[in-house]
T-cell receptor, first 114, second 114 residues
C-alpha cells in the first residue's frame, strides 16, 4: 500500500510568479486536503477535494486554487506569489466515513518565495 | 484567532520518565481531538484521538485526557523513549464539519534525553 506522495519536495519561486504543487493520494483514499504550515506554526487548512469537487475551504484568498483528478490525485495552484506564501505545504488523503477523522499526510513541499 | 493553543513550544524529559504535553481550545463546537507526531522532513503521523463524549483514551504508552469544562486536553507518554523526540501537534474537529477540517495548535517540540 503506497502512502501519500508529494512533488516537488523543495521549490524556490519569485514573488508574483505562479506555482503548482502535486499530490498522489494513498491507495483507496478518495478525499484530498491541503494544509499550509508556516515556520513555527501548526498546519492550517486550505481546502479539501472530494470526487473532484471542492468540499470545504479555509481562510485563504482565491489565488489559492486546486484540482482533483479522477484517480484522486490533486494539485494546489497559487497565483501571484507573495513572500508570506513561503511555507511547507502538506497534502493529506482520507476516506470520508462517519467518525473517521484519520488523515494520511505526505512529507510536504517546502516552498520559498524570494 | 488561535482556537487551539499549545502554550509550550518545547519540552525536555529524561528517558523513562513521563512526558505531558498540553493543549487548550476555545471553540465549544469541537467534538473530536487528535494528536499528531512529526519528525523532520516527514509529514505528521496520527498518534491517538479522543471523542468529546469521553474523558480518557489509552493506547499503549500513550494516553489522552480531555477536560471539557476547562477546554483542555493533555497527552501523556510513559515511559518516554528517545524515539519519541519529535514535534507534537494537537488538532480538533468541529461538529458537523463535513470537510473534516482540522484546526491545529502550534506544536510542542519534545526532546527525550538519555
Amino acid at each position: 500500500e503506497t502512502g501519500v506522495t508529494q512533488s516537488p519536495t523543495h521549490l524556490i519561486k519569485t514573488r508574483g510568479q505562479q506555482v503548482t504543487l502535486r499530490c498522489s493520494s494513498q491507495s483507496g483514499h478518495n478525499t484530498v486536503s491541503w494544509y499550509q504550515q508556516a515556520l513555527g506554526q501548526g498546519p492550517q487548512f486550505i481546502f479539501q477535494y472530494y470526487r473532484e469537487e471542492e468540499n470545504g475551504r479555509g481562510n485563504f484568498p482565491p489565488r489559492f486554487s486546486g484540482l482533483q483528478f479522477p484517480n484522486y490525485s490533486s494539485e494546489l495552484n497559487v497565483n501571484a506569489l507573495e513572500l508570506d506564501d513561503s511555507a511547507l505545504y502538506l497534502c493529506a488523503s482520507s476516506i470520508p466515513l462517519p467518525g473517521n477523522y484519520g488523515y494520511t499526510f505526505g512529507s510536504g513541499t517546502r516552498l520559498t518565495v524570494v | 484567532d488561535q482556537q487551539v493553543k499549545q502554550n509550550s513550544p518545547s519540552l525536555s524529559v529524561q528517558e523513562g520518565r513521563i512526558s505531558i504535553l498540553n493543549c487548550d481550545y476555545t471553540n465549544s463546537m469541537f467534538d473530536y481531538f487528535l494528536w499528531y507526531k512529526k519528525y523532520p522532513a516527514e509529514g505528521p503521523t496520527f498518534l491517538i484521538s479522543i471523542s468529546s463524549i469521553k474523558d480518557k483514551n489509552e493506547d499503549g504508552r500513550f494516553t489522552v485526557f480531555l477536560n471539557k469544562s476547562a477546554k483542555h486536553l493533555s497527552l501523556h507518554i510513559v515511559p518516554s523513549q528517545p524515539g519519541d523526540s519529535a514535534v507534537y501537534f494537537c488538532a480538533a474537529s468541529a461538529v458537523g464539519q463535513g470537510a473534516q477540517k482540522l484546526v491545529f495548535g502550534q506544536g510542542t517540540r519534545l526532546t527525550i534525553n538519555p
